[in-house]
């Protein structure tokens, strides 16, 4: 039995893991924290889990969730996972953080783009950053996983098969990403109250997302080459989803067929992502609920750019889904446990 606990389990993130998490029959879910509702019982605070997880939310009392849990999931604004990796590393527990804290390699970078100090950059050395279908042998023996941004895993997956051949020019490449509320979080704010999305459409942090020092460290890894985007998001009056569509130019040489036919052959053995056929174009529907990523990919010989269009669920393989991908191979079982799911339609 794997003794899991649950770290922020009110938030979107965190209530979306006790889903995933609650009906397993290889896991124990020892404590499931909130500050707010510590107390109540989270199948009264959120239904959906009603006569299935009857557990009542907890303060953190960090010695006893380290003491008592196999591996931590923090699902808490960024800042806030640094204390408990280095209490659960000190007692020689897994950690997985859902937030941004060990996700960028230089805590400089870190600080710049979230404005809080690292205070654990031997921890943040050690860290291992969880996207399984690009390094899943480090996954298997991390102590601390760096679970990926969601906008960040819709570009990797989009991108990843062109930067490994050296197929775009590096510095061509163009992210422009819709998102659903939820990946805004549950707490209050005015910017996303019904009345301020619906039936609206606006791009946010243009030119200074915290996504973007965060996209380009993993490109320029996967391409062993610097690599600048350009990445916009934008809010959709939806409650989950994520369409990210990337232009990047193509190095010369490459037909349609040829890309599509490396993108095939990259996921081929891969169970969570999908690449359609070419000529179908994948939406936020098909995924919702599921780990999985969907992939369209064309080349315009007018342009000389290659089209990706990628969708993920920001909860699922943004977040929570992804999580507990690398949970399981942290653990040695295989990575599908759990995750299996066709999604919901229509
Ligand atoms: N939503 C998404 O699509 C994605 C989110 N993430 C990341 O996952 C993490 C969680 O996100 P999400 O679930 O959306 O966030 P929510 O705002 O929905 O939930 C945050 C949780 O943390 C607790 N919390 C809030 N502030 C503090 C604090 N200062 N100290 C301790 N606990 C706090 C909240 O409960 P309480 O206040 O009661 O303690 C709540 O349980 C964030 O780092 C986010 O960036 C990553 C990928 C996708
Ligand atoms: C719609 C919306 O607001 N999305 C969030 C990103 C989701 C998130 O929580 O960011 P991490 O994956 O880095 O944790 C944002 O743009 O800040």
């Not at 946010?204 to 993993?218: N, W």
């Amino acid at each position: 039995m794997i003794h899991v606990s649950i770290i922020g389990a009110t938030g979107y993130t965190g209530v979306e893991l006790v889903r995933l998490l609650g009906l397993r029959e290889d896991v124990v879910l020892d404590h499931l924290t909130s500050r707010t509702y510590a107390g109540q019982k989270i199948q009264h605070l959120f239904p959906h889990l009603l006569g299935n997880v009857d557990h009542t939310c907890e303060e953190l009392d960090l010695e006893q969730v380290t003491t008592d849990s196999d591996v931590i999931f923090v699902a808490l604004p960024h800042g806030h996972a640094l204390p408990i990796a280095k209490k659960a590393k000190e007692k020689g527990k897994k950690v997985i953080d859902l937030g941004a804290d060990f996700r960028l390699k230089d805590a400089a970078v870190y600080e710049e783009w979230y404005k809080v100090p690292h205070t654990e950059p031997e921890l943040l050395e050690e860290a291992v950053y969880g996207l399984p279908e690009w390094d899943r042998d480090a996954i298997k023996d991390a102590t601390v996983i760096a679970n990926p941004g969601c906008f960040v895993t819709s570009i990797l997956l989009g991108l990843m098969p062109l930067m490994k051949k050296g197929w775009v020019v590096p510095n061509s490449i163009v992210c422009d990403s819709k998102s659903g509320t939820s990946g805004a979080g549950r707490a209050g704010n005015v910017a996303n109250l019904f009345t301020e999305v619906e039936s609206s459409f606006k791009a946010y942090g243009v030119a200074h997302h915290r996504h973007t020092p965060e996209i380009e460290q993993l490109l320029t890894q996967m391409a062993g080459t610097e690599t600048m985007i350009q990445f916009t998001p934008h809010l959709v009056p939806m409650s989950r989803g994520i369409l990210s569509t990337i232009y990047a130019t193509a190095t010369e040489g490459h037909t349609a067929d040829e890309i599509h036919a490396l993108f095939e052959e990259t996921y081929a053995d891969e169970p969570f992502v999908q690449v359609l056929p070419a000529g179908m174009w994948p939406m936020t529907k098909s995924v919702k609920g599921t780990n999985n990523c969907q992939l369209g990919v064309t080349y315009d010989e007018r342009t000389g750019r290659i089209i990706i269009v990628s969708v993920i669920d920001n909860l699922m393989k943004g977040a929570a889904g992804q999580a507990v991908q690398n949970m399981n191979l942290m653990f040695g079982l295989a990575e599908t446990t759990g995750l299996q799911m066709i999604g919901l339609f229509p």
